[in-house]
């Protein structure tokens, strides 16, 4: 079991790494806002379901996009796939499948990136089954 944790930590490292020599500036700061936006829209279903959000965006600025224009799947993938293991230790379930996108936005508040997510439109909250079933 040891041997699985070094490798999950050294995987980390890894995606880490290459999303700071993406974005050349703050990526832990976008990883945190994005882990912050899981957390903070988490709805408490029951004890042992936490249901979260599964559509999450990243809006870059204009010039940030064009520099990344030719990572943007590759780091959508990483950053999803961080996502996703941050909603694994937490227990949490995603409303839908999971999905992480990278656009680009005209104005943003702090002129560098905003972070949002939501449900996908068609998973309904009647779809889930009661606790009771």
């Known amino acids: 079991m040891g041997s699985l ?8 490292r890894w995606q880490d ?3 700071a020599r993406v974005f050349h500036s703050e990526p832990v700061e976008i990883l945190d806002r994005l882990r912050g936006e899981c ?3 988490a709805v408490v279903c029951s004890e042992s379901r936490v249901v979260v959000p599964n559509a999450y965006e990243i809006e870059l600025a204009s010039g940030v996009h064009k520099e990344l224009a030719r990572h943007t799947r590759q780091l959508g ?9 941050h909603g694994e230790m937490n227990g949490y379930e995603w409303a839908g499948p999971l999905t992480v996108r990278v656009t680009t936005a005209a104005h943003l508040p702090n002129g560098r990136y ?3 997510s939501r449900p996908m439109p068609h998973v309904r909250a009647d779809a889930f ?3 009771s079933e």
Do not use: C, F, Y
């Open 5 to 12: 944790k070094r490798w999950e930590q050294v995987l980390e």
């Open 17 to 19: 790494g290459l999303i």
């Open 39 to 41: 957390d903070n829209h």
């Open 77 to 85: 993938q990483v950053l999803m796939d961080t996502l996703a293991r």
């Open 114 to 116: 905003r972070v949002s």
């Open 129 to 131: 089954p009661s606790a």
